[in-house]
C-alpha cells in the first residue's frame, strides 16, 4: 500500500490543522492506521491510532484533548485533527499503516508508511 500525507503547514499558537493521509489499494480497511512526528534532533514518537475499523483510538498522553484521529473507508483515509497546536507540536508528521489492522502504539509494528507533512506552530 501507498501513503500520501498531507495537510501540513504553518500555522500560529492555538491554531487548528487537520493532516489527511491517503491510502492506495482496496485494502485499506483492514489496516490499522498511526500517525507519528518526528522533530529536528529528536526520536519519532508515537501521536496517534486507530484500528481498522475506527471503533478503538489510541493516543500519546500528552496529546489527548487535542488531537483527534478518524477514517474515512471508503474514501481510503485517515485523518488527524490537531487543535490548541503549540510550538513544540512542530515536527513532521507521517502516517503509517499496520497490516494487524490493530492501530499499534509501537512504529516497529507497522508495515508501511508515508513520506511526511512538515507542520510548523509559531509562537
Known amino acids: 500500500v501507498q501513503l500520501q500525507a498531507s495537510g501540513g503547514g504553518l500555522v500560529q499558537t492555538g491554531g487548528s490543522l487537520r493532516l489527511s493521509c491517503a491510502a492506495s489499494g482496496r485494502t485499506f480497511r483492514t489496516y490499522g492506521m498511526g500517525w507519528f512526528r518526528q522533530a529536528p534532533g529528536k526520536e519519532r514518537e508515537f501521536v496517534a491510532a486507530i484500528s481498522w475499523s475506527g471503533f478503538s483510538t489510541y493516543y500519546a498522553d500528552s496529546l489527548k484533548g487535542r488531537f483527534t484521529i478518524f477514517r474515512d473507508n471508503a474514501k481510503n483515509t485517515v485523518y488527524l485533527q490537531m487543535n490548541s497546536l503549540k510550538p513544540e507540536d512542530t515536527a513532521v508528521y507521517y502516517c503509517?499503516?499496520?497490516?494487524?489492522?490493530?492501530?499499534?502504539?509501537?512504529?516497529?509494528?507497522?508495515?508501511?508508511w508515508g513520506q511526511g507533512t512538515q507542520v510548523t506552530v509559531s509562537s
Open positions: 503509517a499503516a499496520d497490516q494487524l489492522g490493530v492501530g499499534a502504539q509501537n512504529g516497529n509494528e507497522y508495515d508501511y
